[in-house]
């Protein structure tokens, strides 16, 4: 699709959803003057979907602009559907890949039925959840231009997700399903978008609010692997609400049982095994959530070899996804700090996990995993051939290239009053020879401490 046409594309798509807004305000739902624009507007998204994970509409100078390209003849539907967006609040619209027209219908009559002016993003955000709209999502009109600020916008979501579910199963109370369903399709599309930035967030490491980053990171590093496997979007998403909500059943132990620092009893381990099925249990009674979800955080801790716990009964096969929450649950776990171990570094991890593929982990999902997280992971210190130590902060795309690397350390071990990004590829123009090259991984035991959050903030920058 050459620009030309793409811009007749863009015009079309914005002005078929101001048709659809106009004609509500006349018709019901299901008239055909209401639906058809709806409906032809969907298959025109998908046309652009077929390169992309998303689309960005803003309105910028009373000036509507569909990823980057302005309308500027606006029709009488047109300018309805901007004073609507203007008059709610909405300054940017991000319409994601799997878009339905059910989506559409439902934004369309959020703009329709909506009278309060001035919302705050964050209430638009709210209702369009409770109205099931899936694949758009509302933004701050800036809130998009830096990926690594998005991605800790949305983890940040996604963990106050997890403290108020957690919270809500221990006051007695059903959870809400449909918030953690969102939630996962907003990592879901932050990881499309940016999976450096997304992926990065995973080591950083709280150890007080471990139970919280946990179910987040397992969540995320599923739905890597989830993606490498290339399932369809529906699949993804159950994968990754159950790695969000995996551990569920741990509410219904006891905190000491479950914080304890030494060896568990027989009588203490038999415990900690219920809580597969309590979190079953628990998934059954939430709204929003797939049968599909229900087994996986079930038979999470079922190895690949046929041990593990639950028992299955004679008969039943697993889930064959429950598989990827036990190795992204694996990998996290290895890689945080505990009351009874140290963290691993990214590598450290992986050649623990290597030695249990097979067993107690599904051989071709560790190797998945690592072709997700790359050769060398985000995170991982590393030792150039200058003697300078920097961290990974991007991983080449389909395992080629070079990771992106910003130096932390001078070749005497003494860290830089700032990140200095360098690249690999470069080379000397004297010699003709590559500038830097990594000669191994480095230990962060052995080195100051940096913090991580503001080295990825900086490289993203």
Do not use: W
């Amino acid at each position: 699709m050459d620009r030309r046409q793409m811009e007749n594309t863009i015009a079309g798509i914005v002005r078929l959803l101001g048709t659809s807004l106009k004609n509500r305000g006349l018709y019901p739902p299901s008239h055909p003057l209401v639906r058809t624009p709806i409906e032809k507007c969907c298959a025109e998204l998908d046309t652009l979907f077929s390169d992309r994970a998303e689309l960005a509409l803003t309105v910028a100078d009373e000036t509507l602009v569909l990823e980057g390209v302005p309308i500027f003849h606006l029709t009488s539907s047109l300018e309805l559907f901007l004073a609507r967006l203007g008059s709610i609040g909405v300054p940017a619209v991000i319409f994601e890949r799997g878009l339905a027209s059910e989506d559409l219908e439902r934004f369309v009559l959020f703009l329709h039925e909506t009278k309060e002016q001035g919302l705050a993003v964050d209430a638009i955000k709210d209702r369009l959840a409770r109205a099931g709209v899936r694949h758009i999502r509302v933004t701050a009109s800036d809130e998009e231009r830096d990926d690594f600020e998005a991605a800790r916008r949305v983890y940040g979501n996604a963990i106050d997700v997890v403290v108020q579910a957690l919270s809500d199963v221990r006051n007695g109370k059903v959870p809400d399903g449909a918030s953690c369903d969102h939630t996962v399709r907003d990592m879901n599309g932050m990881l499309l978008r940016n999976r450096d930035a997304m992926i990065a967030l995973t080591l950083i490491k709280n150890f007080d609010e471990y139970t919280y980053n946990h179910s987040v990171n397992v969540s995320i590093l599923s739905l890597a692997v989830a993606d490498t496997l290339g399932l369809p979007e529906q699949d993804r998403i159950n994968v990754g609400v159950a790695g969000l909500l995996h551990d569920v059943g741990k509410t219904q132990l006891a905190l000491d049982l479950i914080r304890k620092p030494g060896t568990l009893t027989v009588a203490e381990y038999e415990e900690i095994k219920k809580h597969p099925e309590e979190g079953f249990a628990i998934l059954g009674k939430m709204t929003n959530i797939e049968p599909e979800t229900r087994k996986i955080v079930r038979e999470h801790h079922m190895r690949f070899d046929g041990a593990g716990y639950p028992a299955l009964q004679p008969g039943v096969r697993p889930n064959p996804h429950s598989q990827v929450i036990a190795v992204a649950d694996c990998y996290d776990a290895l890689t945080s700090m505990r009351s009874y171990q140290m963290a691993r570094t990214p590598q450290g991890a992986m050649e623990i996990m290597r030695k249990l593929a097979g067993k107690a982990l599904d051989p071709d999902l560790v190797l998945l995993l690592e072709r997700s997280l790359g050769a060398y992971p985000v995170g991982t210190l590393l030792r150039l051939s200058t003697m300078e130590v920097g961290i990974v902060t991007s991983v080449p795309g389909q395992g080629k290239g070079y990771p992106g690397i910003s130096v932390l350390y001078d070749r005497a071990g003494n860290p830089l009053a700032a990140p200095e990004t360098v690249d690999l590829s470069e080379s000397d123009p004297v010699t003709g020879k590559v500038r830097r090259a990594v000669i191994g991984t480095v230990n962060p035991m052995f080195l100051p401490p940096v913090p991580l959050e503001s080295v990825l903030a900086h490289a993203s920058a």
